[in-house]
């Protein structure tokens, strides 16, 4: 790693299946907005000969980033993937947005993925949500590295932001984030800032000089050797403490010379086990240049450091019913196991869907079954379908180049899957298997929408169903309370995505309107009604009066019907007609339209006509005597509250405290976890809490996650009671 001096690209032009899963590398970018995941990427496509320029492939389109709302929003809004060949290696780059609202493709790109580059902006550092993914995938083993780019900044450090990274990321132990190279610095400029041009291999002693537009390697001179000395041996100390050889680092520090080429061995395999952490540096190519700072060193280690698929477990699986069954390790022989980690729609080709081959090999043409399960709470129903496999290829930019098959271990695109969708498992029709769902965050912002005129009501329902087959961490809502159609979002940003979608591929139009939350009505003490239906002004008559009486009930209780009419009153056959009647105004609301509940209504009285009595005049006069108790008593407005969870750093403890105080949120108690986190339990009442998931993201600088669950309904306080009334009658 690092000893080779590339003077050329590396295997030039066409990504095509991999013929092994030896020869297949899966790494997945990370690293928050602005940090330059997109441009290394096409950094790294340039040096591996894959684009023409930067960022370009043979028709003039982008590598990444090509979406037109991706344009039109000026960041990543989706997972891209973007295969190059380096050393006879296939690297299939997965680059993720970096804004907290498209975490779902992000956590796609982790379960695809093999490996991950974090990618770290020297003049931004680390933020608290890099922190938190790279404690995901440290959970997981999952091999990293990093990668400082923005060294043209005008104060970039980059041996000042390798200790932040060592800090943030060592954790026990920080001698595991150590760099493999260090920048040479070019002459000042009137500024004051020297550029980077080049870099010194710590291992090999070797200086890398990229002032030329490509990678040109000589030795350093006598000004780099005290400090290529001091760093070399921090680096060397730190790969043999996580050799597997015991012994070398008593021999070592007996002053025993250890073979170069053993140190690069020893640091490829402790990477591929994820218990080094290598830093690099990186910047993109110059106009006409044809290779970027650091990208062959990077390619170099992702083909000799990173881990094939066959060194990841073989993921769990069962069949449709829940039985296990036992994989072998990513084997091109084994029956086909695959995932849709992204589904996306092309007005051309279609639906196109993004899978990882775990094991088997997917071939075009073949019938597979499409199992999905496990995402009912998403608007997702739970399908077992079989669907012949369409066209295969591998995405680059705009293009998709056709393959015939694809093995285990390696990625590429379906098209024309009707069925599949994100999260869904293909697998042999005579042998259906099933993965499960990768743990995906809850979308906690309402989007409340209408469709903006009758065309689009048409289009409505199909759009939104599209929708949410394509993005796993929206879930669609169809309230039957408030009968809204309600869009749940992670954030402001995802749901412009969202509108944006519905607009320019589906041609739906929607206007977004208030969402509302689901209020209750009760009585507020004990009061009497009577229900009087009589109509006998020619032909058959109507005749019903009952006399109730309504009293509150605790929380939880719903409507309590009670018979107490004694000799007869009203006939045995009409009480169920007068429970139904007062039913179903209950559930129609007996002031400001919402559903009564918690209620113990009593039958005491009434009076029936021989002729004219029926079921219908009963449930009529039901009704009439419930809303009439209801005109006699006070009728309490019910909100829903919801039982909140923030997990938040200890640094923004007292501001999160506050602000669900503020909330007329009541703080049940605190509980301390690992990495300096606090949990935070309270009791919130949702209508205060729906713009939270936004709000909590700008009180702790994106480093705090909550969920919530319903807990009841209880009394609105007369004032908030009073202004919703209000603001429901301007509006209307």
Same mark, same amino acid.
């Given at each position: 790693?690092?000893?080779?001096?590339?003077?050329?690209?590396?295997?030039?032009?066409?990504?095509?299946?991999?013929?092994?899963?030896?020869?297949?590398?899966?790494?997945?970018?990370?690293?928050?907005?602005?940090?330059?995941?997109?441009?290394?990427?096409?950094?790294?496509?340039?040096?591996?000969?894959?684009? /023409?320029?930067?960022?370009?492939?043979?028709?003039?389109?982008?590598?990444?980033?090509?979406?037109?709302?991706?344009?039109?929003?000026?960041?990543?809004?989706?997972?891209?993937?973007?295969?190059?060949?380096?050393?006879?290696?296939?690297?299939?780059?997965?680059?993720?947005?970096?804004?907290?609202?498209?975490?779902?493709? &992000?956590?796609?790109?982790?379960?695809?993925?093999?490996?991950?580059?974090?990618?770290?902006?020297?003049?931004?550092?680390?933020?608290?949500?890099?922190?938190?993914?790279?404690?995901?995938? =440290?959970?997981?083993?999952?091999?990293?590295?990093?990668?400082?780019?923005?060294?043209?900044?005008?104060?970039?450090?980059?041996?000042?932001?390798?200790?932040?990274?060592?800090?943030?990321?060592?954790?026990?132990?920080?001698?595991?984030?150590?760099?493999?190279?260090?920048?040479?610095?070019?002459?000042?400029?009137?500024?004051?800032?020297?550029?980077?041009?080049? *870099?010194?291999?710590?291992?090999?002693?070797?200086?890398?000089?990229?002032?030329?537009?490509?990678?040109?390697?000589?030795?350093?001179?006598?000004?780099?050797?005290?400090?290529?000395?001091?760093?070399?041996?921090?680096?060397?100390?730190?790969?043999?403490?996580?050799?597997?050889? %015991?012994?070398?680092?008593?021999?070592?520090?007996?002053?025993?010379?250890?073979?170069?080429?053993?140190?690069?061995?020893?640091?490829?395999?402790?990477?591929?086990?994820?218990?080094?952490?290598?830093?690099?540096?990186?910047?993109?190519? =110059?106009?006409?240049?044809?290779?970027?700072?650091?990208?062959?060193?990077?390619?170099?280690?992702?083909?000799?450091?990173?881990?094939?698929?066959?060194?990841?477990?073989?993921?769990?699986?069962?069949?449709?019913?829940?039985?296990?069954?036992?994989?072998?390790?990513?084997?091109?022989? %084994?029956?086909?196991?695959?995932?849709?980690?992204?589904?996306?729609?092309?007005?051309?080709?279609?639906?196109?869907?993004?899978?990882?081959?775990?094991?088997?090999?997917?071939?075009?043409?073949?019938?597979?079954?499409?199992?999905?399960?496990?995402?009912?709470?998403?608007?997702?129903?739970?399908?077992?379908?079989?669907?012949?496999?369409?066209?295969?290829?591998?995405?680059? !930019?705009?293009?998709?180049?056709?393959?015939?098959?694809?093995?285990?271990?390696?990625?590429?695109?379906?098209?024309?899957?009707?069925?599949?969708?994100?999260?869904?498992?293909?697998?042999?029709?005579?042998?259906? &298997?099933?993965?499960?769902?990768?743990?995906?965050?809850?979308?906690?912002?309402?989007?409340?929408?209408?469709?903006?005129?009758?065309?689009?009501?048409?289009?409505?329902?199909?759009?939104?169903?599209?929708?949410?087959?394509?993005?796993?961490?929206?879930?669609?809502?169809? /309230?039957?309370?408030?009968?809204?159609?309600? *869009?749940?979002?992670?954030?402001?940003?995802?749901?412009?995505?969202? *509108?944006?979608?519905?607009?320019?591929?589906?041609?739906?139009?929607?206007?977004?309107?208030?969402?509302?939350?689901?209020?209750?009505?009760?009585?507020?003490?004990?009061?009497?009604?009577?229900?009087?239906?009589?109509?006998?002004?020619?032909?058959?008559?109507?005749?019903?009066?009952?006399?109730?009486?309504?009293?509150?009930?605790?929380?939880?209780?719903?409507?309590?019907?009670?018979?107490?009419?004694?000799? !007869?009153?009203?006939?045995?056959?009409?009480?169920?007609?007068?429970?139904?009647?007062?039913?179903?105004?209950?559930?129609?609301?007996?002031?400001?339209?919402?559903? *009564?509940?918690?209620?113990?209504?009593?039958?005491?009285?009434?009076?029936?006509?021989?002729?004219?009595?029926?079921?219908?005049?009963?449930?009529?006069? !039901? =009704?009439?005597?419930?809303?009439?108790?209801?005109?006699?008593?006070?009728?309490?407005?019910?909100?829903?509250?919801?039982?909140?969870?923030? &997990?938040?750093?200890?640094?923004?403890?007292?501001?999160?405290?506050?602000?669900?105080? !503020?909330?007329?949120?009541?703080?049940?108690?605190?509980?301390?976890?690992?990495?300096?986190?606090?949990?935070?339990?309270?009791?919130?009442?949702?209508?205060?809490?729906?713009?939270?998931?936004?709000?909590?993201?700008?009180?702790?600088?994106?480093?705090?996650?909550?969920?919530?669950?319903?807990?009841?309904?209880?009394?609105?306080?007369?004032?908030?009671?009073?202004?919703?009334?209000?603001?429901?009658?301007?509006?209307?």
């Amino acid at each position: 790693m690092g000893d080779k001096a590339h003077t050329h690209p590396g295997a030039a032009g066409r990504a095509t299946a991999a013929d092994h899963p030896a020869s297949v590398r899966n790494v997945v970018l990370v690293g928050h907005s602005g940090s330059g995941k997109t441009t290394l990427v096409e950094a790294l496509a340039l040096t591996a000969g894959a684009v /023409n320029r930067a960022g370009r492939v043979e028709d003039g389109g982008c590598v990444s980033d090509y979406d037109d709302m991706e344009h039109r929003q000026q960041r990543s809004v989706q997972l891209s993937l973007v295969p190059v060949e380096w050393d006879g290696i296939k690297i299939n780059l997965l680059d993720t947005p970096g804004y907290a609202d498209f975490v779902g493709e &992000l956590r796609a790109g982790l379960r695809a993925a093999d490996a991950a580059l974090f990618v770290v902006s020297a003049s931004d550092g680390v933020d608290g949500s890099t922190r938190m993914i790279w404690e995901e995938c =440290a959970a997981v083993g999952m091999p990293r590295a990093i990668v400082i780019t923005h060294l043209e900044a005008a104060r970039a450090d980059f041996e000042e932001m390798t200790r932040i990274c060592a800090e943030a990321f060592g954790g026990d132990d920080p001698d595991a984030v150590l760099p493999l190279y260090l920048p040479l610095h070019g002459p000042p400029a009137p500024d004051g800032h020297a550029p980077v041009t080049g *870099l010194v291999g710590l291992l090999t002693r070797k200086l890398f000089d990229y002032a030329s537009g490509e990678r040109v390697a000589s030795e350093p001179g006598e000004a780099e050797l005290p400090q290529l000395d001091e760093a070399r041996s921090m680096l060397i100390e730190g790969i043999i403490s996580e050799s597997e050889d %015991e012994t070398l680092m008593e021999r070592y520090l007996g002053g025993e010379q250890v073979d170069v080429k053993t140190l690069i061995e020893d640091l490829e395999r402790a990477v591929a086990r994820g218990v080094f952490f290598p830093v690099l540096a990186a910047a993109p190519a =110059a106009d006409g240049a044809r290779q970027g700072l650091g990208t062959v060193e990077l390619l170099e280690l992702i083909t000799r450091g990173f881990p094939t698929p066959l060194e990841r477990a073989a993921p769990r699986v069962t069949t449709p019913e829940g039985a296990g069954r036992e994989l072998r390790m990513c084997d091109p022989e %084994e029956s086909l196991v695959a995932e849709v980690v992204k589904t996306s729609s092309d007005p051309y080709v279609g639906r196109i869907s993004m899978v990882r081959v775990f094991s088997g090999t997917l071939r075009a043409d073949q019938t597979v079954h499409v199992s999905g399960h496990g995402m009912t709470d998403r608007g997702h129903e739970d399908h077992d379908v079989d669907e012949r496999i369409g066209a295969l290829s591998t995405p680059f !930019g705009k293009q998709q180049r056709p393959v015939s098959h694809v093995i285990a271990g390696d990625l590429a695109c379906v098209a024309k899957l009707s069925r599949a969708e994100t999260g869904d498992t293909l697998s042999a029709k005579d042998d259906p &298997l099933l993965m499960t769902p990768w743990q995906m965050p809850d979308p906690l912002l309402p989007l409340a929408i209408e469709a903006h005129s009758k065309p689009d009501e048409d289009k409505l329902s199909q759009g939104l169903a599209r929708l949410v087959a394509e993005d796993p961490t929206m879930r669609l809502e169809h /309230n039957q309370d408030t009968h809204q159609v309600v *869009l749940w979002c992670l954030g402001e940003a995802h749901a412009d995505v969202a *509108l944006e979608r519905l607009r320019s591929r589906y041609g739906v139009q929607v206007d977004v309107v208030p969402h509302r939350v689901s209020l209750r009505e009760t009585f507020g003490g004990r009061a009497a009604g009577r229900g009087r239906h009589v109509k006998q002004s020619g032909g058959h008559g109507q005749y019903a009066i009952c006399e109730i009486e309504v009293e509150p009930l605790p929380g939880g209780s719903g409507i309590e019907f009670v018979d107490k009419v004694v000799g !007869g009153a009203v006939p045995r056959q009409f009480i169920p007609s007068v429970e139904k009647g007062v039913r179903t105004q209950a559930a129609k609301g007996v002031a400001a339209g919402h559903p *009564l509940i918690d209620v113990r209504v009593t039958l005491l009285d009434g009076k029936a006509h021989s002729v004219d009595s029926s079921d219908a005049a009963f449930q009529t006069a !039901g =009704a009439l005597a419930l809303r009439e108790a209801a005109a006699e008593a006070r009728i309490h407005l019910l909100e829903p509250v919801a039982e909140v969870s923030v &997990l938040v750093g200890d640094d923004y403890v007292g501001a999160v405290m506050s602000d669900l105080s !503020g909330r007329r949120g009541k703080v049940l108690g605190t509980e301390q976890t690992s990495g300096g986190r606090t949990l935070i339990r309270a009791e919130v009442p949702e209508i205060e809490i729906g713009r939270y998931a936004v709000d909590l993201r700008s009180l702790s600088h994106g480093t705090a996650r909550f969920d919530r669950r319903y807990a009841r309904h209880e009394p609105m306080p007369a004032q908030v009671a009073d202004r919703l009334r209000e603001e429901v009658r301007v509006a209307s």
